[in-house]
């Protein structure tokens, strides 16, 4: 027992030891940049004119740092923003009942209320460019950060300012217990029983687990083929759309994920689990998780692609936890096709490029997708 006591000392000594080596070594290497941080602060408790939070002066130098990389990925998450991207990823949330993206110029935009939702009977359309919450203008905000403030206790409301064609509108709207967001739905299509047609808003933790439900539940009609609507999902969950993938395709990679220091962590699917034809809608709003999922399936032949080009994420974000339930979300990868393409910047494009005209009085993209799929039928 004394034996096993005293390993166990001088392995937590060792460890101890070389935890500090490293930190010393980080230190030497990075010296004037410390120093430079150090003497601010000094500076500042000894010879500025009023009082100064340290609190705020250290949460205020990581944003500034995160800042400086100009990614707008990449961003530091106080308790409030973090509590709200843990309950959304998780599943379980709360709020008004809208999904949100940011679109190429760094704007939040309304992809669409859930059906229902406060958001909805208060009027918000997809397409919203979202301004302010209120009164507080979100202008140069992460994602986060804007749906943390939409978000609050329930039965309160926020008042929500959005451009619609060129004009200001401001919306009042409840917030509600939302519970777990069901983000797959399906159905047979009413003209078409031999399609079920399954629709997955974005991925979070309980999307595999909710496709599988869905399917389940629709293969007892016999159904022959599969359209998948990916159209405006922003993403999300990553391993959700990995798992959904394995569904279908048959063999070989899904994702490649590069870390920075070029390490390569491959996901792969051994067998399809679901051997029928199936068609994948996308367009501009189709990002990260949702083209994961979209390229895995049209590389491996799983799929015909049919909509306009995605819109262009390649880049992995990983959440680093401080030890006072804040965090950092930092891009710390990148994802390549199973045919190791970069669609960052890119998209991927269809393989039957349809656009949706506003004015159409119909889905013009789910028609033409029910016509490819019968062809394969």
């Known amino acids: ?211 599988a439900k869905v399917v389940n539940e629709l293969i007892q009609s016999g159904f022959r083929g599969m359209i998948l609507d990916l159209r405006d999902n922003g993403g999300g969950e990553v391993n959700a759309c990995i798992e959904i993938a394995r569904v279908f395709v048959p063999e070989g990679p899904i994702v490649h994920l590069v870390k920075g220091d070029g390490t390569v962590d491959t996901k792969s699917a051994t067998e399809a689990q679901l051997d029928i034809p199936l068609v994948v809608l996308v367009n501009g709003n189709t990002a990260s998780a949702s083209e994961i999922l979209s390229a895995a399936l049209k590389e491996s032949g799983a799929a015909t692609i049919v909509g306009t080009q995605t819109f262009g994420k390649g880049l992995v974000q990983g959440v680093y936890f401080y030890n006072d339930d804040t965090a950092a979300k930092i891009t710390d990868g990148t994802y390549l096709t199973p045919m190791k393409n970069d669609i960052h910047g890119i998209g991927i494009t269809p393989d039957v490029v349809v656009e949706q005209p506003e004015d159409a009085s119909y889905d013009v993209q789910l028609e033409k997708a029910i016509s490819v799929l019968k062809r394969n039928m």
């Open 1 to 211: 027992m004394k034996k096993g006591i005293k390993l166990l000392r001088n392995i937590v000594l060792a460890f101890c030891c070389v935890t500090t080596l490293c930190v010393g070594v980080f230190v030497a290497a990075n010296f004037s940049h410390i120093q430079k941080i150090v003497q601010t602060l000094l500076w500042i408790d000894n010879c500025y004119l009023w009082d100064a939070e340290k609190e705020t002066l250290t949460d205020g130098a990581i944003r500034g740092m995160l800042d400086s990389l100009g990614d707008k990925y990449t961003a530091y998450m106080d308790e409030a923003t973090l509590t709200s991207l843990m309950e959304h990823v998780s599943g379980n949330v709360y709020g008004i009942g809208v999904y949100v993206a940011l679109d190429e110029a760094g704007r939040i935009v309304v992809l669409d209320a859930i059906p229902e939702s406060p958001a909805e009977k208060a009027g918000l359309h997809s397409e919203d460019i979202i301004k302010a919450v209120d009164g507080t203008n979100v202008l140069g905000k992460t994602l986060d950060e804007t749906v943390a403030l939409m978000r609050g206790l329930p039965n309160t409301t926020v008042e929500i300012t959005v451009e619609r064609k060129g004009a200001d509108h401001t919306f009042t709207v409840a917030r509600y217990e939302l519970g777990t967001t069901e983000t797959v739905a399906g159905t047979i299509l009413e003209d078409h029983p031999d399609i079920a047609y399954v629709y997955i808003t974005e991925f979070s933790e309980q999307s595999a687990v909710q496709f």
